[in-house]
């Protein structure tokens, strides 16, 4: 049965209805039943006719958007839907206004001043410029979770067509909820609607590694004197295994003794990594007091290029981590230690056992641990090769 509430009456002095036209009321009278306000009847006493009218509709529109479950929910309270909004107004922190395009520099500023990596921070300007494009004129206070649901199902990979992968969205989500919780710190919202927002599931990817052929192949190219610029730098990702992140942080005087110093990791932890026999041997060319082990301009993306020339030469082409993903594989099978080799690769024991024990055999990595620069090679010290 349809529940509404009845058109407001005109009442005397006395409270008693005027049926009569002519006659100007003193009051208008709305019945308003439990049904509507969730817990008891209720009659409200109005000046006009519009105010009445007004009181109603609104009545209606609340009681049609809270549904029979919100209005069940607030009756096990006492409370009317008039009531729960009175109480929200009463309770609820007023919104500073500002728009989105306002708001993103200073979120950016904040996560400067907590210390943030350069890399986090590239990254964060570089999706916010991307949410700019819709959102740079909203109030934050105004955007909704379906406002940020649509934008990330138009997300599109880099062909313009087809839609962006699972780990894309995630990375967006990461992003929104890192934004809003911020706006809300600040003051500029009250909920953050990027916490609705359902995070699509990631297929896993088997990860590649080089086999020793593979290896030698590439360190006998590597070590010309055109590569001297990058060549220290994959040696270090090859057999000690650091992250292309951390590998930007590291300089010679982190290289002390037969360890390898990783005091700016991923996860901000320190770490001390082994470097074998056959590492130390390679690098003792290139040693110096301090300085970058990657010196060229690019950062991340430079090296990344750099290392793409390499096996270029070799007709080879290598994925993003699979240097690290070899050295890890590869000591790994050399010691059988998932706990020892999960410290020194700074990855969770899970991590090893899934993704990186038993990918080579312990022959396979006795003969990448023989692998080393012989007499009459053509590794050359930095500094000469600079010249």
Not at 50 to 60: G, P, V
Not at 155 to 184: C, M, Q, W
Not at 301 to 324: F, I, P
Request: hydrophobic share 40%; glycine share 6%.
């Amino acid at each position: 049965m349809k529940i509404l509430i009845r058109e407001p009456a005109k009442i005397d002095k006395g409270g008693r209805v005027i049926s009569d036209p002519k006659i100007k009321p003193y009051r208008w009278r709305l019945n308003i039943p439990a049904s509507i306000t969730g817990t008891r009847k209720e009659r409200r006493f109005f000046a006009s006719l519009e105010a009445a009218k007004k009181h109603r509709d609104d009545l209606l529109e609340n009681w049609k958007a809270a549904g029979p479950d919100t209005l069940r929910r607030l009756a096990e309270r006492g409370m009317s839907v008039t009531d729960a909004l009175e109480f929200a107004l009463k309770h609820a922190p007023k919104v500073a206004p500002i728009t989105f395009a306002a708001a993103c520099p200073l979120f950016i500023a904040s996560r400067t001043k907590a210390n943030c990596k350069a890399r986090y921070i590239g990254n964060l300007e570089s999706q916010l410029l991307g949410l700019n494009k819709r959102f740079a004129a909203r109030m934050v206070h105004d955007i909704t979770p379906d406002d940020l649901d649509r934008w990330l199902g138009q997300l599109r990979a880099k062909d313009g067509k087809t839609p962006a992968n699972p780990k894309t969205r995630n990375n967006y989500i990461i992003t929104l909820r890192a934004f809003f919780n911020h706006a809300v710190d600040r003051g500029w919202r009250g909920t953050n609607p990027a916490e609705k927002l359902i995070r699509a599931t990631e297929d896993e990817s088997d990860i590649s590694i080089l086999s020793p052929n593979q290896v030698s192949i590439l360190l006998d190219e590597a070590q010309k004197p055109e590569h001297a610029e990058v060549f220290p730098a994959m040696l270090l990702q090859l057999f000690a295994a650091p992250r292309r992140s951390e590998l930007m942080e590291i300089g010679w005087e982190h290289l002390i003794g037969k360890y390898l110093r990783l005091d700016k990791t991923k996860v901000r932890r320190k770490r001390a990594v082994e470097m074998s026999d056959s590492l130390l041997a390679w690098l003792a060319p290139f040693r110096a007091n301090a300085g970058p082990i990657f010196a060229a301009e690019g950062g991340e993306d430079g090296y990344t290029y750099r290392v793409s020339l390499v096996a270029k030469n070799v007709k080879m082409e290598l994925s993003k981590n699979v240097l690290r993903h070899t050295a890890i594989s590869m000591r790994v099978a050399a010691t059988g230690d998932m706990a020892k080799t999960s410290l020194w690769a700074g990855s969770a024991p899970k991590t090893i056992c899934e993704h990186y024990l038993g990918i080579v055999t312990p022959e396979d990595a006795a003969i990448f641990y023989s692998l080393g620069p012989t007499v009459g090679s053509n590794v050359v010290p930095i500094n000469a090769a600079a010249s």
